[in-house]
């Protein structure tokens, strides 16, 4: 009886060499975005100090969501849930050291103890991407630039994506003019951030649940129906500099909806969905943390950000037909052994085309036919085979076999480099 394999973590992922090439190909979109703009790339602890996360973060990630964890001193940590944290106390150790602003990326992966469906796993990778030092509207439109510059790179359009953006601060001003007090109004925006996820009833009910008097509820609903963002001065000022971005509006738009369930924002927020709804959850958020890096003990440096996730990203792609066709990265050539007595030959030329900048693999099995070794290659997509038997070792010479157009060449070693080094350059 055959043994049970262990199955991976819930809600984790096996990345095998085809899963890989999507996450290297999103990779590097997103460095590319991220450095067309003059951000540079930093990483941080995948594991910290729960007492990072304490009131910094949102109260069900907080609560719910962190994969905990004691050291041998009993402290407790926790695998990270988001990186915003991490990047607050990098730049509250050094902000004095460090100039601003401050354009730092990073992808990396995350944790969160939620249930896996469509678009979300307990292991995920999320580009974040941050400018901290200037408190303006023209940091906040340099931020949502770069979010429709991810959909315009990705081959996303405005009829398939948007990005819809608010004033967490015109919002509370809104909500204290209707008599909603200061400890209501945080849980009250947790009830709004979720409107998109319940019925029109349990969002009434919800709100009654908080406190708000039924005249309080229907001012916020009223609210929300809101299209103009120009009783906000913050956003007329991010939309004015938006224009200037080519295209970027056309991926963007108010709601006065969107509050964003994380405490720590202090002025604009944002969440980019697809407007089939498909998904039924954003595809990132970001917005605005004014008060985060003080929060961790370092002096105030506001800044502003955002948190594309690689798992609704990819799922938006498929659902769109926008996927790549990504293949793994394989050698560019194999190396056959002939004979056991020839692996030496065999071995050497294939440190000869590495030495080249040419990447090169081996067959280790001495007493495999030559038909299994090109069957290998051909199956694995290495466009050329390389053989040398007693004929070529006797002339000095090599045969070169293209896989693709079922051609064979003699050629010097020499030759056989170049032309290699040629159809590497091609590729």
């Not at 602890?45 to 973060?57: G, M, Q, R, W």
């Amino acid at each position: 009886m055959a043994k049970q394999i262990v199955q991976p973590v819930k809600g984790t992922r096996d990345f095998y060499p085809e899963q890989m090439a999507f996450r290297n190909w999103l990779y590097g979109k997103v460095k590319e975005i991220s450095e067309r703009f003059g951000y540079q790339e930093y990483d941080g602890p995948e594991i910290e100090y729960v007492d990072l996360y304490a009131n910094k973060t949102n109260q069900e990630i907080l609560s719910q969501q962190i994969f905990t964890l004691k050291d041998r001193d009993g402290k407790l940590l926790a695998l990270r849930p988001e990186l915003t944290p991490t990047f607050a106390r990098m730049v509250a150790q050094k902000s004095q050291q460090l100039p601003k602003p401050i354009r730092w990326f990073s992808f990396g992966r995350m944790w969160r103890y939620e249930q896996p469906q469509k678009g979300r796993g307990r292991e995920f990778f999320q580009w974040e991407i941050n400018i901290l030092g200037p408190e303006s509207p023209e940091a906040d439109a340099e931020i949502l630039a770069i979010a429709a510059e991810y959909f315009k790179t990705l081959g996303l359009t405005p009829q398939e994506v948007v990005i819809r953006v608010s004033d967490r601060e015109f919002m509370q001003k809104e909500l204290r003019s209707f008599g909603i007090s200061e400890e209501q109004i945080a849980p009250a925006f947790r009830v709004i951030d979720r409107k998109e996820k319940i019925d029109p009833s349990e969002f009434r009910r919800d709100l009654e649940e908080v406190g708000l008097s039924k005249s309080q509820t229907q001012s916020i609903e009223s609210l929300l129906t809101e299209k103009d963002y120009s009783q906000s001065p913050w956003l007329k000022e991010v939309f004015a500099s938006l224009k200037l971005y080519e295209g970027a509006l056309d991926y963007i738009e108010f709601d006065p909806t969107i509050v964003r369930g994380f405490d720590y924002y202090t002025r604009t927020v944002f969440e980019a969905w697809d407007k089939t709804g498909q998904l039924k959850r954003s595809i990132f958020g970001g917005g605005r943390f004014d008060n985060l890096t003080a929060q961790i003990g370092g002096e105030r440096v506001p800044g502003i950000g955002m948190a594309p996730g690689d798992m609704p990203t990819q799922v938006v792609l498929e659902q769109f037909n926008k996927m790549p066709d990504l293949t793994p990265k394989t050698a560019q050539v194999l190396v056959t052994v002939f004979a056991k007595n020839l692996y030496s030959n065999s071995l050497q030329t294939a440190d000869k085309l590495r030495s080249q900048n040419i990447d090169t693999e081996i067959w280790l099995d001495t007493d495999s036919r030559l038909d299994k070794q090109l069957k290998y290659a051909d199956q694995k997509g290495i466009p050329f085979c390389l053989i040398i038997g007693p004929e070529e070792v006797e002339k000095g010479v090599v045969t070169l076999k293209d896989l693709k157009s079922k051609t064979q060449t003699t050629l010097t070693l020499d030759e056989a480099v170049s032309k290699l080094s040629r159809s590497t350059t091609k590729s």
